[in-house]
């Protein structure tokens, strides 16, 4: 969905007679919508963020969020049931008669946004690697995980005897070439989606 910021300029009438310029600003939301009874995947193909995954991997900054009350299924639908149990990589791996992607990771109809983010994302690397010149360049992806809660950054992959060190340290900065970066964050290197996926559900468990 797109949102929309809409500034234009109007009249009013004054308390004390004869009218005055106004400048009034009307936010919109336009995209895509679903109905209660469709899938994860429906759901994820109608989000289009496989087109916002393209645009990122070209450099481009993009951000997903969910938004609602309490309960009404935020985390089911980022994480899928794994937001519940907390599976990890044991139970994603390869069985006989489970559909699986390039990217090496089981396919669950429940999965979320971020399951399948990560497989878009390392299906991409994985075609990179094989058109590119393995002598001269290679593909790392790392993970980074942290919140925002009171104005304060947490390392959500921080070793725990460092985490208040760091949540005293991190701090938002700018620059022209990296846009918004935090230093001394922690990043892990995560050879696959399944790896990946572990260390979001290790970040989400603290």
Not at 91 to 105: E, K, N, P
Not at 120 to 132: F, H, P, T, W
Not at 143 to 162: G, M, P, R, T
């Amino acid at each position: 969905a797109r949102v929309t910021l809409t500034r234009r300029r109007g009249t009013e009438r004054a308390s004390g007679g004869g009218e005055r310029s106004v400048e009034v600003e009307c936010v919109g939301f336009r995209g895509p919508c679903v109905g209660g009874r469709a899938t994860q995947g429906e759901f994820y193909d109608a989000s289009g963020i496989d087109g916002m995954i393209e645009k990122t991997l070209e450099g481009r900054a993009s951000c997903v969020f969910a938004y609602g009350q309490t309960g009404s299924g935020k985390t089911f639908t980022m994480l899928g049931k794994c937001g519940d149990c907390g599976c990890g990589d044991a139970q994603r791996q390869s069985i006989d008669g489970t559909d699986v992607d390039d990217a090496g990771m089981v396919i669950d109809d429940d999965d979320g946004i971020i399951p399948r983010a990560l497989s878009r994302v390392y299906r991409a690397a994985s075609r990179a690697r094989a058109d590119a010149d393995p002598e001269s360049s290679s593909i790392v992806v790392r993970v980074s995980y942290y919140e925002i809660y009171k104005e304060k950054i947490i390392d959500l992959l921080a070793e725990s005897s460092s985490a208040n060190a760091h949540a005293k340290q991190l701090r938002v900065r700018w620059r022209k070439r990296e846009g918004f970066y935090i230093p001394n964050l922690t990043l892990r290197e995560a050879h696959s989606a399944s790896d990946a996926l572990a260390l979001v559900l290790e970040g989400a468990t603290k």
